[in-house]
């Protein structure tokens, strides 16, 4: 659990500063979102096609990390059930 929430926290928090930095920036300073960033696409658009991307990105090193997690807590279980037998 503590290696799960080692991983789980950090990323949340992550994501969820980056997800609102949208809107922030959107309020905050409109001008420099409105500006082209590539051809006609502004920087708020790359900014958002950019959150799809990182939610991949986590999904991913979530489902990877998510395997270690899976095979830790099967070892657990084991130890605890070959425990409860002797």
């Given amino acids: 659990m503590t290696a799960r929430r080692r991983f789980v926290i950090p990323a949340s928090i992550f994501f969820a500063l980056f997800f609102l930095a949208l ?3 959107l309020a905050l300073a ?5 500006r ?3 051809g006609p696409l ?11 991307v990182t939610s991949w990105v986590l999904l991913a090193l979530y489902m ?3 395997r ?3 095979v830790r807590a099967r070892r657990i279980a084991e ?4 425990e409860a037998v002797s």
Avoid at 30 to 34: D, E, I, L
Avoid at 79 to 82: G, K
């Fill in 23 to 25: 809107p922030a920036s």
């Fill in 30 to 34: 409109p001008g420099v979102m409105a």
């Fill in 36 to 38: 082209a960033a590539i």
């Fill in 42 to 52: 502004t920087l708020a658009y790359a900014f958002a096609f950019a959150q799809f």
């Fill in 64 to 66: 990877r990390a998510a």
């Fill in 68 to 70: 270690g997690f899976d």
């Fill in 79 to 82: 130890r605890v059930q070959t």
